[in-house]
Structure formats: C-alpha cells, structure tokens
C-alpha cells in the first residue's frame, strides 16, 4: 500500500472526532454519578456491596471506552483520510479560431464556383473535418458584424450556423472589414493564449478600416490570417432585385459593378498581425495552408496539466467504528463465569474475523469502484456532464436535476445550460423516431385529394342511374376512405412524437434562458437560446399544419364514408361487391371515437407517462406555446444606432 501525501481532505470533521468523545464522556461521568446517588437512597452501603456484586465495574468502563472510540472513529471517517495518489494525464486542448466570412453582395460574384460566398462555406466546412482540433467559432460581416456562432467544442453547432449563412444574413450591406475584425476580437476569451482569427473576403473594404483594426489587435497578440475570395480580374455581381428576379446590380450612375479581389489590402491585414495570406483557391486548399501555418509560427493551444489525486482511505476508520459499537452493544455489565467467558472469547474472536473480512471486502470494491457516490452539487454536475458526454441522456437529466437542487450558485448557470443540452438532444432522439413529417404531409395531401375526386365520383353516381358506374365508383371511394384512414393513423403518430419534441425543447429552452439570465456573459447559453427558439417555431408550423390535415381528413372520411353509405343501398344484393355492407358497418364503429361505452367506467390515467394527442389538443398545445409561424428572430443587430453613409456603394 503507498502512504505518500497523507491528508485529509474535509478536515473540518475532524472538530467532530474531538468535541463528540468529549461530550460522550462527560455524559458518562454524569451518568455514573446519578446512578451512585440514586443507589445510596435505596440501600445501606453494606447491603450495597451484596446488591452490586454481580456488576463489573471493569466491564462498564470498556463499554464506555468502546463508544466512545467508535464516536472518534466516524468523526475522523467523515473528514475523509487519504493517502497514497493517483496521477491522471494531463490534455492537449486545440486552439481558438473565429472564422469571419464576409456576407456582402459582391460575394456574390461568380468568377469562382458556384460564387464566392458558397465556395468560401465549402472551404470553411471542409477545414473544420479535416483541420479543427479546438473550439471554432463564426462571424458573419458586411455593413454589421454579428457573432453567428460563439466558440465551441460543437462541430455540428458551428455546421448548422455556417449553412445558414446568405447575403440576407446581415441587413445593412457594404464591406466593413474593421468591423468583423473587432466582433471577432470581442468572441474570444481574453486570456494568454494566443488568439487565431481566419478572414475571408474579397477585400473589398469600403470603409477602409481593417488595417487600421489590424494593427490594434496586433498589440493584443491576435494573429489573422486572410483568405482572399475571387480573382483579380473580377465578375459582375448578379442579385435578386425588388421585382425577385435575378439582375445585375448597377451603381448611381446606372454603370455595372464589377467586383476584384483586393489582394493587397489583405495583405497589409495580414502583415500587421504578423499572419499569411493566402488565396482561397478553386477548391479551397488556401485554408489547408493556413493550417500548416498555425502550426509553424507556434499558434498552439494550450496544455491541461496533469493531476493527482488522493486516494480514499475512509473505509478503514468507518470499518474500526463500526466494529467497536458492535462490540459495544455486546458487552455486558455483569460479571461471567469462567465457561461463559470461554464461549464468549470464541464469539468476539468470530466476530473480529468477519469485520477483517468486511474491511478487505470494501477496500477491493473501493479498488474496483474508483468513482465514488455524488454527495454535493459538484458531484452530480460532473456526473451528469460525464453522462452527457457518453450519450446517456436519460441518466444525466435527474444528476443534473438533483445538482440544481441543491441551490449551489457557483454551478447553477452551468448546470442550466448542460440540462438543455440534455433536454434538447432527448428531443432531436424522439423526434428520429417519428414518420419523416413532409412524405406524411404529403401523403395526407395525396390521400385528400383521392377522397376528393372519389368523393366527386359518388355523388355523379347517386345522381345517375348507370349501375356500372355505381360499382366502380363504390369500389374507388372504399379504397379512397382506406388510404385517409391509413394516412391519419401516420399523420397522428408523428404528431404525438412531435408534441412530445416540443415539450422537451420548450423546457430546454427555458434552461438556457436561465443560464443566461444567471450568466450573461454566456454567450453560448444566448445562442443555443435563439437556436432552441428558431427550431421551435419550425416544429409549431409543422404541428399547425398537420393539425389541419388531420381535421380535413376527419371530415373527409366521415362525408365519403356518409355518401358510400347511401350509394351502397342503391346497389342491388346480388352485385353488391364482396365483404360490402359487413365492411362499411366495421369501418362506422372504428371511426366512433374510443371513449368509454354506454355501462362501462373509464379507467384512471397514469401520471407521468406521455399520452396520445388529438389535432384539438395539438390545437390547444400551439396556441399555448404562442409562437408564430412567421417569427424571424433579429439578425446582425449587435450594435445600436444608425450606420455609417456609405455613399451609395453597399454591395
């Protein structure tokens, strides 16, 4: 066993193992005393010493001697002994990279494939597969700079922000380079390590401000690297105009733009923070050099240091505490025999052999178990954060549950944010096991439109006298009034797994918001906030529009199935179709709602488990949640105030 570093590390039970066998032994002479004083009213002292003779002093003073080292025993077992370490490795943690695209309409030129703003996506995508070791981050600029993506860890985060970028991402137009340097700038922690920052651009920089720029965050140790976009011999800009149809865009004097990649102007950028720049190449290999120069001019990330731990002894004074109360609680206070003192010396031997082998017992399970029980805040945090990180979803929300609970403000704002991620992700997993939601729209669709047209066939039917065209469309209207019933039974499975989805991310959603509002610093919490929010109102949209599927469908059914009710009377028995008049009755009572019968008690509901939604109670659960289909959330408005003229040239 190695007994190096010998400590305690809750030493504050040790006061416990002093104050308690104090206390426990004043208790004791109080009580021997009391006993003394009540004896001597009842007796004589010469009669005393007939009436005692059975007691044994001696056996009385080790039972106190026992309880009261048991009591020392567990204060010292709860301040938690340990010696000996355990080393675990430190971890290399990649760098910091924000990447800035520019968002502006020149980089809508297309003297690059398909444009240069879609090709500078692709190059950035193909980096973060190929290249990323870090947290990565995004910045999308034209006449504003927004933070799109915060730094993270969440490869498929930064994936989802960068899809999202277009030419309608940032409002103001333009090309403000000292900008998107300085938003860039404010999205990494202002720490020692040294700080990557990848523009790509045209270099077009009407404002004329990122040299300027370049050279404050030279001072700040920040490194930029520029990634010029396009050729030198330029391309018209081709963009949507307010008539939505594709035209070139034409300055104040009615002359074409024509946009050119403004190498030396990114250049100096990256001259003055001692970067590179690089082209971005047809298939973007410029950003596969700036990972061979980060790598040589020293940009590393940093280093976790390796640490050591105490290993935990406490079950060898619990165990000895334990032993001695037992004992305790074994011993008598009269006097023995000399063959019942034989008996009971093979019985204390038995005993202290079994407590040898619960010792061995719990220090191989210690051994084998180094993870031990939470007990505080802390503790659950890092065991719902570890489950998380395995994937264990279901178990790391109660953890995570109990860890708020124990109203610790230092992890409070953490542990809101790692529940959303919980919350979320338990979402995206129920909404996998849904009916994929547009083929069954559509297929609802499709199955209103056949009741339609079968509809039309039947009532021309009843209307006529052709008994031919009675039979046919009797038979389409029945295979019609199948294909609604079998694309309700779809729709309605994937709305219940939808609602399902919409409680946890509304949940989830409050958690971040929480851990916002806890931490407003948390810019990632703000993000997944607006991220949480936006996939939302796409899930409402899509529970609105199947509920109104689902309700026209209802009432498609129940008309056809009306109208074949009546064309079916008006067939004669001997042509009736096979299994007519029997199906029709058997599809009546399956569409009669399932409530209980006439004579019979509804059963009572289980609390706690997820239950059916109808397209009204989907209707209510909508309007409770009070998000419009048509919500935009605020793009590129991280700054107030008016923006600078620009004299007519914004694209």
């Known amino acids: ?114 444009n240069r703003l879609e090709r500078a996506k692709l190059a950035v995508s193909d980096y973060t597969r190929r290249h990323a070791r870090g947290r990565i ?10 933070l799109q993506c915060p730094l993270t860890f969440d490869h ?11 030419d309608k991402t940032i409002p103001v137009q333009g090309t403000d380079i000292g900008r998107a340097l300085d938003e860039s700038y ?163 031997f038995g005993l202290v052999a079994i407590n040898a082998d619960a010792t061995a017992n719990t220090t191989t399970n210690s051994v084998s178990q180094p993870e031990p029980a939470p007990v505080n805040a802390r503790d659950f945090f890092n065991a719902g954060t570890r489950k998380l990180n395995s994937g264990d979803l279901r178990d790391a929300e109660p953890l995570l549950q109990t860890a708020l609970a124990q109203q610790d403000e230092r992890i409070r704002p953490d542990a809101l944010y790692n529940l959303g991620l919980v919350r979320f992700k338990q979402g995206a997993e129920e909404l996998k096991k849904s009916p994929d939601a547009n083929r069954t729209k559509a297929r609802s669709r499709n199955a209103l439109s056949q009741g339609e047209q079968a509809l039309t066939r039947v009532n021309d039917a009843l209307e006529g006298n052709d008994l031919l065209q009675m039979l046919t469309a009797y038979q389409r209207g029945r295979g019609a009034k199948k294909e609604l019933k079998a694309a309700s039974e779809q729709l309605q499975r994937a709305m219940e797994i939808h609602g ?40 409402v949209d899509s529970l609105r529009e199947m509920q109104q599927l689902g309700q026209a469908m209802g009432e498609m059914t129940k008309e056809l199935g009306a109208k074949l009710k009546q064309l079916r009377g008006m067939i004669p028995d001997p042509l009736a179709p096979p299994g007519g008049a029997g199906e029709d009755e058997e599809d009546e009572e399956r569409d009669q709602p399932n409530g209980p019968k006439e004579g019979q008690r509804e059963e009572r509901g ?45 694209w």
């Open 1 to 114: 066993m190695n007994f190096a570093a010998p400590h305690f590390a809750d030493p504050r039970w040790l006061l416990l193992a002093v104050l308690c066998p104090l206390t426990l032994i004043a208790l004791q002479l109080y009580a021997m005393r009391a006993r003394q004083q009540q004896l001597a009213k009842i007796a004589s002292p010469d009669f005393l010493v007939n009436l005692t003779q059975s007691h044994s002093p001696a056996r009385r003073v080790l039972k106190d001697i026992l309880l009261v080292l048991g009591f020392a025993g567990m204060g010292v077992a709860l301040a938690r002994p340990q010696w000996g370490e355990l080393e675990l490795a430190g971890e290399e943690l990649g760098e910091d990279i924000v990447f800035a695209v520019d968002c502006s309409r020149s980089m809508l030129a297309a003297d690059v494939s398909p």
């Open 137 to 146: 981050g995004l910045v999308a600029f034209a006449g504003q700079a927004f």
């Open 156 to 166: 498929g985060a930064f994936e989802d922000s960068l899809r999202a970028l277009d």
């Open 186 to 348: 404010r999205a990494m922690e202002k720490m020692d390590r040294r700080k990557v920052i990848v523009l790509l651009t045209d270099g077009e920089d009407l404002e004329k401000s990122g040299a300027g720029m370049a050279a404050k965050l030279a001072r700040e140790g920040v490194v930029v690297f520029t990634i010029g976009v396009g050729t030198v011999a330029g391309a018209e800009i081709r963009a949507l105009n307010d008539q939505g149809q594709v035209d070139i865009v034409r300055d104040r004097k009615g002359e074409t733009v024509r946009s050119r990649l403004d190498e030396p102007a990114l250049l100096a950028i990256a001259r003055a923070t001692k970067g590179n720049y690089f082209p971005l190449g047809p298939v973007g290999e410029g950003l596969a050099k700036v990972r061979l120069a980060v790598d040589s001019t020293g940009v590393a990330g940093s280093n976790q240091p390796a640490r050591k731990l105490g290993v935990e002894r406490f079950h060898y004074p619990l165990a000895i505490a334990l032993a001695l109360l037992v004992g305790e609680s074994l011993v008598g206070t009269r006097r023995f025999s000399r063959a019942r003192r034989h008996l009971a010396g093979v019985f204390l």
């Open 500 to 539: 399902v989805t919409l409680r946890k991310w509304q949940r989830a959603l409050g958690d971040f918001q929480g851990a916002a509002e806890l931490n407003p610093a948390d810019t990632n919490a703000q993000h997944n906030a607006r991220t949480t929010e936006r996939a939302i109102a796409k899930l």
């Open 606 to 650: 289980r609390e706690g488990e997820e239950k059916s939604i109808s397209p009204e109670e989907a209707g209510m659960l909508l309007e409770g949640f009070k998000l419009g289909g048509d919500r935009r959330l605020p793009m590129g408005q991280g700054e107030q105030g008016k923006p600078k003229d620009r004299k007519g040239r914004d």
